[in-house]
C-alpha cells in the first residue's frame, strides 16, 4: 500500500503494516496520536468545548475510502460543541458512560450501545462521569463543517427542562 505523505505522520507510521495495534493497559492505539478536537474553542454560541481527543485510526489518504474511522475520548467533566450539520453520526460507545444531546432528548450511553444522529439534528456529547467516555465514530471523508444551532432552536433548548442544563 501506498502511504502519501499528506497523512499525520503518526497515522502513516501506524497503518505501515496495516493493522493499527491496540494497548489495553493505555486504551489506545499504537501509533496514533491524540489530536486536538477542533482547532479552536470556537467564538459562537455553544461551540466551546473541554476535554476532548480525537483519534483518526483510518482515511483519506493512508486509506483510500470515502470515510473516516475516528476515535473520539471526553475526560471527566468533558463535553463536544453543541452543533448541527448535514451528515450523520453513527457512534458505538467503547468505554466509560457518557450522554448525548440530540434534539430534545437526553441519551444515557454505555459500552456497544450505538446511537444515531440525523442530519441537522443538534447534539452534544457529555461526559459527566468519572472516567473516560469514548467512542468510535465513522464519517464521510468530505463533510460538510459543523456549525452552531439557530437563534430558536437555542431557545428551545434552553426552555426544555431535560436538555437546558447542557445548553451553554
Not at 503494516?17 to 467564538?43: C, I, P
Not at 447534539?123 to 471523508?141: K, Q
Request: aromatic residues 10%.
Amino acid at each position: 500500500m501506498a502511504l502519501r505523505p499528506e497523512a499525520p505522520a503518526s497515522l502513516v507510521t501506524a497503518l505501515a503494516g496495516l493493522k493499527v495495534s491496540f494497548d489495553r493497559a493505555l486504551f489506545r492505539w499504537r501509533g496514533v496520536e491524540a489530536q486536538a478536537y477542533k482547532f479552536a474553542l470556537g467564538d459562537q454560541r455553544g461551540m466551546g468545548w473541554r476535554d476532548v481527543n480525537r483519534f483518526t485510526l483510518a482515511g483519506p489518504p493512508v486509506v483510500p475510502s470515502r470515510f473516516e474511522l475516528r476515535y473520539f475520548e471526553l475526560a471527566p467533566g468533558g463535553y463536544s460543541s453543541l452543533e448541527q450539520h448535514a451528515h450523520v453520526h453513527c457512534i458505538v460507545v467503547l468505554r466509560g458512560r457518557g450522554k448525548a444531546l440530540v434534539a430534545k432528548e437526553i441519551v444515557a450511553l454505555e459500552p456497544l450501545d450505538a446511537l444515531f444522529v440525523p442530519p441537522r439534528t443538534p447534539h452534544r456529547w457529555i461526559n459527566d462521569g468519572e472516567e473516560p467516555f469514548g467512542f468510535l465514530c465513522p464519517v464521510d471523508a468530505q463533510r460538510d463543517p459543523p456549525g452552531p444551532v439557530g437563534d430558536e432552536e437555542w431557545e428551545r433548548l434552553r426552555q426544555h427542562d431535560e436538555t437546558a442544563p447542557y445548553v451553554f
